[in-house]
């Protein structure tokens, strides 16, 4: 059973980082692209951030340039999303996905295979 699981999220202050993880198990997604989503309350889910397989290119989505960076250890089969400044507009649950196929790295944002259950984060003014 392919499971994706994040963890990390919390309740901070405006301005100060989280580091968000998504460990993976069942499968290894060492050959896949694989990111980050996010759904703020009353809002669609939106695309946040993906990186290749080898974690050489990097892709994310316009609002969250320059404070989001995306990571991965394929040895830990983990994926990192670190978030600095947050604001508190970025207050969602946070959620990790992968493709299990050879995808390109901008096809995460409209097609996902695996997702984890989220993570909450919370950014108080």
């Known amino acids: 059973q392919v499971q994706l699981v994040e963890s990390g999220g919390g309740l901070v202050q405006a301005g100060e980082s989280l580091r968000l993880s998504c460990a993976a198990s069942?499968?290894?997604?060492?050959?896949?692209?694989m990111g980050w989503f996010r759904q703020a309350p009353g809002k669609e889910r939106e695309f946040v951030a993906a990186?290749?397989?080898?974690?050489?290119?990097?892709y994310y989505a316009d609002s969250v340039k320059g404070r989001f960076t995306i990571s991965r250890d394929n040895a830990k089969n983990t994926v990192y999303l670190q978030i600095n400044s947050l604001k508190p507009e970025d207050t969602a649950v946070y959620y990790c996905?992968?493709?299990?196929?050879?995808?390109?790295?901008?096809?995460?944002?409209?097609?996902?295979?695996?997702w984890g259950q989220g993570t909450q984060v919370t950014v108080s003014s």
């Open positions: 996905a992968a493709r299990g196929d050879l995808g390109s790295i901008t096809s995460l944002r409209s097609h996902a295979d695996y």
């Open positions: 069942g499968r290894t997604f060492s050959s896949n692209v």
């Open positions: 990186i290749s397989s080898s974690g050489a290119r990097t």
